[in-house]
């Protein structure tokens, strides 16, 4: 029996356990990225660590989040990390170098590494042919260390793919209609790979569109194969040597396999408020009051030369504003020197920089009870900074199409021909903006910057015997990262967990922090509740960290998101879930709850506890590994890791 891509990466990788379906594993990384909402806090953490030096091939810090500068902040962590990257022999890619995972594909990623990233989105190098998967920052900061990284041993989706697209028809298409059959919950341990003859006319670029978005089916990761397609890509990169072909065998075995017919494909979009609410744009005549291109999903140099194309000579109607963002600094010089950006700027757009930006909702905002067409991943409510507007995702042709005409259009109505742009055989390589590591000698001498803003990562103590608390906040299904935890204007603080944990559940309970802080102060445990697919979305590991900070010891779910569960535990909280799901019921706000001798049962290996809420009784399932119960036992990862780093 053949292997499957992914199990063959694994097996390459392995480093702890045993490869066996639904087993953890430990595996080694290669490569490692952050980005600077994310990355201070990892490298927070790395310091605390007492590690000297990294042990990855390759580490890259990215700044692309919090490049609006309002206050010092920003500008503090940033300067923290460009010392820390020089310090520790990290890559340091400057502001306005553009999105982490545009530049990655361009500039670092390989087929056949294992990439961990502190951002969901990480997957988007699957499109190169690497194992490339989101965790949270901590878990990226063992992994610079020489640290194994774990996960469970995935279950295999082969997605086949046959047909070639129509036109007007894209990769973002591809996505939405693979969200449209996995829907955004349920393949928690699963890993998506791509097969089939259809793949062969995919360029890289449009490949990672696909593995980008495969991030909001809940999947570990998603995968393409290494074939000639990625060796033109790497080629036009000036990477070429790097290039090799891999594949899963002929006779591989799956665990499902789902077929795609791309010419059956017809334009999409992902409806308010969830990216699996996907609909048909020909059925959807709305009219458009902001239009936003770009993120890491869909701002490489043909969507965005695609776009100059549509707009060439026409002018953005009024009511309607245009924002492009280009994802790179390479993607925005090759338009400027061919006259496409001239093209974008005559026709109204307003150019914005190769940064996250308008996707994590820290500007771009729409105005209130606004239709947005946007081409990122993600339109869960709010996140675009207004919680009155309505978001669709759609591919870059379908947000041209908007823009012209002022209304969600599907361009196959615009009666124009369809712009036919071709990837450059070469780009034009510019690495000034990324600050190689420096040499071993020099390192010692750099003295690392520290502003007021940046402090030190809060540690929690060990498990108790028991957890006695209260239901401090009760929550239904799908809640997001961003409700837990949210972006925008609050990014700022992420170096700062005192004052980042005054916003926790801030769009859901404004009193949420000041509840939870006061029983905390008075001796108490404080429980969330919650639904199914609890912490889906960014990988945001404030969403353990300041809940942690809080006195949050458990979260009691229906179900917990794969990077978020891993989170929790790695900040000593402990993820259960309630054996059937009707039990939500019996919990709600300022319920008294004991779940007696959870040190014990952690410590033994029980698979399910009793959490008594006065005269019910309640029983929770608990889903750990050994690695993950001694983890919680210490109190989280990072107590854990001091202390074995301390013990060599």
């Given amino acids: 029996m053949g292997y499957t891509l992914t199990e063959k990466i694994l097996r390459e990788h392995l480093a702890d356990g045993s490869y066996e379906l639904g087993k953890e594993i430990g595996i080694k990384i290669d490569q490692t990225l952050t980005q600077d909402a994310t990355g201070t806090m990892a490298y927070l953490q790395f310091e605390s660590m007492g590690l000297t030096d990294i042990s990855t091939e390759l580490s890259v810090s990215y700044i692309d989040h919090n490049t609006i500068q309002v206050g010092y902040e920003n ?130 670029p449009e490949r990672a569109t696909i593995t980008n978005m495969g991030a909001e089916t809940g999947v570990t990761t998603s995968i393409f194969p290494s074939d000639l397609q990625t060796k033109k890509f790497l080629e036009a990169q000036g990477r070429g040597e790097q290039w090799i072909s891999l594949a899963a065998d002929a006779d591989a075995i799956y665990d499902r396999t789902i077929e795609i ?80 950006l001239n093209d974008l700027i005559s026709f109204g757009a307003r150019i914005l920089e190769s940064s996250c930006g308008f996707c994590i909702g820290n500007s771009m905002s729409p105005c209130t009870d606004s239709v947005s067409i946007r081409t990122s991943n993600r339109n869960f409510q709010g996140r675009s900074g207004t919680p009155s507007a309505n978001v669709y995702l759609t591919s870059p042709v379908v947000a041209a199409a908007s823009a012209i005409t002022g209304k969600l259009m599907d361009p196959r109505g615009l009666g124009m021909d369809f712009p036919e742009i071709e990837m450059p055989e070469h780009f034009e390589i510019d690495d000034r903006m990324i600050i190689p590591p420096l040499p071993a000698k020099q390192r010692a001498e750099i003295k690392v910057c520290r502003g007021p803003n940046i402090g030190e ?69 404080n429980l969330i509740v919650a639904g199914l697919s609890y912490g889906q979305g960014s990988s945001r590991e404030h969403a353990a960290l300041c809940p942690m900070y809080l006195g949050v010891k458990g979260v009691i ?74 983890i919680l036992l210490a109190g989280g990862l990072l107590p854990l890791t001091v202390k074995k780093t301390k013990g060599k």
């Fill in 457 to 525: 990562p809060p540690v929690n103590g060990p498990m108790p015997e028991e957890i006695r608390g209260v239901v401090t906040i009760r929550v239904g299904d799908l809640v997001t990262t961003d409700h837990i935890m949210p972006a925008g204007s609050r990014l700022k603080y992420r170096s700062n967990v005192p004052k980042y944990s005054e916003f926790v559940f801030e769009p859901l309970d404004k009193q949420f922090c000041s509840r939870a802080s006061s029983l905390r102060d008075q001796g108490n445990h």
């Fill in 75 to 204: 500008a503090d962590d940033h300067a923290y990390l460009e010392s820390i990257a020089k310090k520790y022999g990290i890559y340091f890619s400057r502001p306005g170098n553009g999105i982490c995972h545009q530049v990655h594909l361009e500039r670092f990623a390989r087929p056949g590494k294992t990439l961990l990233g502190s951002d969901s989105h990480t997957p988007t190098a699957g499109g190169m042919g690497s194992l490339a998967m989101g965790a949270g920052g901590l878990d990226v900061a063992v992994a610079m260390g020489g640290g194994a990284y774990y996960l469970a041993t995935p279950r295999v989706i082969n997605i086949h793919l046959t047909g070639e697209l129509q036109t007007w028809t894209t990769a973002k298409d591809v996505a939405l209609r693979v969200l449209q059959i996995l829907s955004t919950k349920g393949n928690v341990g699963c890993i998506s790979e791509y097969t089939g003859e259809g793949i062969s006319r995919l360029t890289v």
């Fill in 261 to 340: 017919d791309l010419d059956e494909i017809e334009p999409l979009a992902a409806a308010p408020h969830s990216p699996g609410n996907i609909a048909t744009v020909r059925g959807l005549n709305l009219p458009v009051d902001q239009v936003m291109i770009g993120s890491c999903t869909n701002s490489s140099y043909v969507d965005l030369m695609t776009v100059a194309r549509m707009v060439r000579g026409k002018t953005l109607p009024a009511g309607v504003s245009l924002g492009i963002a280009p994802g790179s600094r390479q993607v925005l010089s090759a338009i400027a020197r061919n006259g496409a």
């Fill in 557 to 630: 779910a229906k179900s917990i998101e794969r990077i978020h569960a891993a989170n929790l535990v790695n900040f000593g909280i402990v993820p259960f879930t309630f054996a059937k799901d009707s039990d939500w019921d019996l919990l709600p706000e300022n319920t008294q709850v004991r779940i007696p001798g959870i040190r014990k049962s952690l410590e033994i290996g029980d698979e399910s506890v009793r959490a008594l809420a006065g005269n019910i009784e309640i029983n929770l399932a608990l889903s750990l590994s050994k690695r993950q119960r001694e």
